[in-house]
């Protein structure tokens, strides 16, 4: 059985928890980026927020509502390293212990950063093992409360509150196109949407490689993949979520795939001509935009960059690996 399903009313909620807390993030226009799609673009930077990603937003909001007692026991997730950094921090700030599962080959500066906020870290093989159960297992063990990164309704309503911020510093717009691995952010995104601006196009953005969301959407009803190998690294997720797939069937209009080379091309674009550092997974939403420039075209679109962590040293090798044109 599912949990009864997050509204606005629980996105507004977060974003009173989160405030003063999370960074208001900004919100850009490139001109060069207007000229090419010929339309108004407004790019949300959750690359700015605390621990460089949006994932600050539901790890808080989800660590703030539980009880004195659960504080005390501590917490449990697992995640490539956005979701766990959150967790950490959030954690730290609560004074709430936090064990985290990450892949053995989570990106250094994740890893370091989730150490960093005080949080232990246990090691797993993204490709061999279930991490969801693992971190599962470690929860009812020891009597800790387990924060899944995206199945889960108050993690799902923090991460709507970028949303709502995009939408009460711009207005209405015509499409929004949000990143996608688990559909935390998309389902979260899609409620304040259709509160905000009930006539903007939804578009959910995943890996080529990856597209268990697309493939559920088509068949609706959840589809398992093989862990996609792909640079998203915070898109390799094998199933979309429960909860986050029935907001998603009911709320959001398409799902859109694009190739690491796109994901490059934007990553570039991102550094050369705004002088911002955005991890793959956080250009799945422009590369996805910039496909879709043609039916686009007059239109008022809004962009959310999901974060920046990526290594310096594998940034420089991604860019050196696919050189522009």
Known sequence: MLPSLPSFDDVLQAAHRLQGVAHKTPVLQSRTLNAQMQAQVFIKCENFQRMGAFKF????????????????????????????????L????????????????AAPSKLAATQGYGAQVIGYDRYSEDASALAAQLAQDSGKTFIPPFDHPDVLSGQGTAALELFEEVGELDALFVCLGGGGLLSGSALSAKAKSPHCKIYGVEPEAGNDVQQSFRKGERVKIQTPITI????????????????????????????????????????????????????????????????LKGQRVGVIISGGNVDLSRFAQLLAQNPSA
């Open 57 to 88: 937003r539901g790890g808080y909001n989800a660590l703030a509502k539980l009880s004195d007692e659960q504080k005390r026991t501590g917490v449990v997730a697992y995640s490539s390293g956005n979701h766990a950094q959150a967790v950490a």
């Open 232 to 295: 998203a690294d915070g898109a390799q997720t094998p199933m979309v979520g429960a909860i986050t797939f029935e907001l998603i069937k009911a709320l959001v209009d398409d799902i859109h795939t694009v190739t690491d080379a796109q994901l490059i091309d934007v990553m570039r674009f991102y550094a050369e001509r705004m002088k911002m550092l955005v991890e793959p997974t956080g250009c799945l939403s422009l590369a996805a935009a910039l496909q879709a420039r043609e039916t």
């Open 90 to 105: 959030s954690a730290r700030i609560l004074k709430t212990p936090a064990t985290l599962f990450m892949p053995h080959d």
